[in-house]
């Protein structure tokens, strides 16, 4: 994956972050003015958002893996997946966005 660049850069990213993280719920209205679906799957209780084909998803910190390393230490980790097909297209990892090379396409930032 790349590096794209700082979340500040991506507004509405930065947006569908923090209502992960503020574990806002059902309903998440951007500074546009459009409504977004957000949740949190159970049990595992971790939180969500649905947007223009893509599924915002916060990094299981229970999980095996260094992501989850990480997310223990505090990393806000959030998982950018297409929602047809559940392949992973990129991450925001702190203040960092990465994104898949052949992802560009798909994922309108």
Known sequence: MRDVGPLSEFPELSEIV???FNRQFLQVRLSNGQIIKAGAFQPKNLWYVDHAGMRYVEQNPNSK?????RAREGTRIVWVIRKSDSQYL???EG???FMKAEAA???QL
């Open 18 to 20: 923090g209502a992960i």
């Open 65 to 69: 893996s260094e992501y989850a390393d």
């Open 90 to 92: 990129g991450r925001v």
């Open 95 to 97: 203040d960092r966005v």
């Open 105 to 107: 396409n798909a994922w």
